[in-house]
């Protein structure tokens, strides 16, 4: 710093004051001086004496909440994307780390790190049956220390007390319930993947609301509850169902709570004869990457993963900045929309 305090001509305290962008506080052309002092130079910023200064790193962790996921977990990965994108497009000093998407997975390592400060705050991507673990376990340990952490959840039903970014489950849906009742299929079912879990319960309860709005009723006879005792991987799980279920048994059109799923039971009709959409019309949900290269294409309930990444980064920078506004929630609810492609069918349908 004092080098470039002596080819700019001013002292070490203005250097500091234009480095640390302190912007009002030194004249145009000193500041124009020390800036291109520190340019010619090739002077930068020591960070971490910024940190003792300021006490922020400038830094924003991202980790999970979530089972067995791996980073390459689509769930994680679009959060994360957003969450960059946000941070880059909107010229915000933050930078993001990104930890694990599973606490099982160097969860001590990870803890040592946040604990001795290296992050300002924390976006933990929680899967929804998770969520009471995170709330009992991660975030009291968090509190507990005064990590600031936006919690990203695939659910919109329950007020929580703290900041979150969430996703209106129950209206994909009634989305879904309300397109399959309006191309006029006689029979409408729904799989659920993780039956009795918090998330297929907002999604069922949607459903069901979604036939009510259309003058229809679901079936019990229509409602697959998929509890798969194996733990088979997604896909599996769907498909195997797919093999063992009666073609008498099945209805004209079906939601299937996963896309993974919903591609497994694709596989499985194609391999028994069964044609999508002309003998059963398939919806599936969260239009995760693969959904969009079947023949016919998968349409699926869509779920904003990288615009949760966004509303997450946002909310975390400001509060680290004790920048939200303070009467705003700190809470934010995305809303679903579909994506139709050919496997909806385009009605009729006995």
Known sequence: MSEVAREAGVSQAAVSLVLNDKKGMIGAEARQRVLDAAAKLGYRRNLHAGT???GRTYCLGLLGHMGGFALDNYVFTGVARGAEDELAETGSPFALLTFAASW???QAKSLDLIERGLVDGVVCVVAAGALESFERERLAWFRERG????AVHSLGARALDY?????DSRAGGRLAAEHFARLGYASIGLYLNSPGGPQSNEIREGFEAGLRAQGRELESRWV????NPDRKPAFDAGYAWARQVAPTALPRALLVTLDACAHGIWKAFRERGLRVPEDIALLGYDDDAPA????????S???PFREKGRAAARMLAALVEDAWPSDQPTRTILAPTLALRRSCGGGNRS
Not at 163 to 167: A, D, K, L, R, S
Not at 224 to 227: A, G, L, P, T, V
Request: proline content about 7%; glycine content about 10%; charged content about 35%.
């Open 52 to 54: 003792l200064r300021t």
């Open 104 to 106: 099982e997975r160097g």
């Open 147 to 150: 990590v600031r952490c936006v």
């Open 163 to 167: 900041p979150y970014v969430g996703f």
């Open 224 to 227: 697959f509850e998929d509890r």
């Open 292 to 299: 969009r290269y079947g023949l016919p294409d998968l349409s």
């Open 301 to 303: 309930v869509k779920h």
